[in-house]
């Protein structure tokens, strides 16, 4: 009799999905502060807020998986939709900081600005 978790271990990724999802980030260091950019594909605008916390900028938030209405049978599974937290750390306090940020098309823009000083 064949094992019906070794055809369960070919559809799975390796991945652990015990593991938290972090989204991909890019920091850039800029001449008046940094910019963040985060890929957050399928989440939706209002399912995450930012938190700066001294000079600490902490993203949380949910993806869900919102698109499917009827379940069949599974063939692949390689998206994870769960809660994340990214954190990113910046040598200045974020409370004197100029924080805005812009969100399109699945992508997370954080712009900081230092006033006064160069980071």
């Keep these: 009799m064949r094992n ?6 070919t ?7 015990a593991t938290r999802w972090q989204p991909a980030a890019d920091v850039y260091r800029m001449q008046d502060g940094w910019l963040v950019k985060v890929e957050l ?5 209002n399912e995450f807020q ?3 916390a001294g000079r600490h900028l902490v993203l949380r938030g949910r993806r869900r998986d919102w698109q499917i ?9 390689e998206i994870i939709y769960d809660e994340f937290e990214r954190r990113f750390e ?14 399109s098309d699945g992508m997370l823009i ?10």
Excluded: K, W
């Design 41 to 45: 594909a399928g989440v939706r605008h």
């Design 90 to 103: 910046f040598p200045i306090d974020l409370s004197t900081a100029s924080v805005d940020t812009d969100y």
């Design 50 to 52: 930012l938190e700066l």
């Design 11 to 17: 559809l799975l990724p390796r991945q652990s999905y």
């Design 110 to 119: 954080i712009r900081i600005r230092q006033e006064g000083n160069r980071p």
């Design 4 to 9: 019906p978790m070794r055809r369960l271990e």
């Design 69 to 77: 209405r009827d379940t069949g049978e599974c063939q692949s599974l």
